[in-house]
T-cell receptor, first 111, second 115 residues
């Protein structure tokens, strides 16, 4: 079983739609959680950290459920520029700072 | 303030040759991480280095791969006797310190193609 699992998609949505991505992780020792965005053939870039209390950054909302080992990302009012692959990332933290990536969920926003 | 620099951006090697990938971290960053992304797969951790020290190499293949981060100069990921399966994008990331609150900033990657 993969340590971080995501639905690969693609999710094809019209501009203005709301779309949600989910991610599950298997290692209960995971301490920190992130969503990264990766455009085609580019490097991943941090979109937002994910906290147990949930957090929002503009049109983006991230949630963490430690009991279910489940992370979500909600994008409201989708823009064409949101088209990318969204990577769910976990780390055990402390000295083990390596990031463990999911394979990503591809989003395509259309006119 | 320049970001993480990687070169070359594209590298073509024939089977059996050596590949050297270079990474210069962001100014002020002393921690470097290498990740590999195979086609249609997620990024996989390879190695974590600080200046002159390998901290975690649990993701490195046991043979042909090595990494260093000398006191002066960039970090180098070296692949000896490359095979077709080594074709991938190799990303380097840097952070200013240890621990999860130190965001890792990624370089543009080196795309290695083995013929």
């Amino acid at each position: 079983r993969k340590e971080v699992e995501q639905d690969p998609g693609p999710f094809n949505v019209p501009e203005g739609a709301t779309v949600a991505f989910n991610c599950t992780y298997s290692n209960s020792a995971s301490q920190s959680f992130f969503w990264y965005r990766q455009d085609c053939r580019k490097e991943p870039k941090l979109l937002m950290s994910v906290y147990s209390s949930g957090n929002e950054d503009g049109r983006f909302t991230a949630q963490l459920n430690r009991a279910s080992q489940y992370i979500s990302l909600l994008i409201r009012d989708s823009k064409l520029s949101d088209s990318a692959t969204y990577l769910c990332v976990v780390t055990r933290g402390g000295t083990a700072s390596k990031l463990t990536f999911g394979t990503g969920t591809r989003l395509q926003v259309t006119l | 303030n320049a970001g993480v620099m990687q070169n070359p951006r594209h590298l073509v090697r024939r089977r059996g040759q050596e590949a050297r990938l270079r990474c210069s971290p962001m100014k002020g960053h002393s921690h470097v991480y290498w990740y590999r992304q195979l086609p249609e797969e997620g990024l996989k951790f390879m190695v974590y280095l600080q200046k002159e020290n390998i901290i975690d190499e649990s993701g490195m293949p046991k043979e042909r791969f090595s990494a260093e981060f000398p006191k002066e100069g960039p970090s180098i990921l070296r692949i000896q006797q490359v095979v077709r399966g080594d074709s991938a994008a190799y990303f380097c990331a840097s952070s200013p310190g240890q621990g999860v609150r130190n965001e890792q900033f990624f370089g543009p990657g080196t795309r290695l193609t083995v013929l």
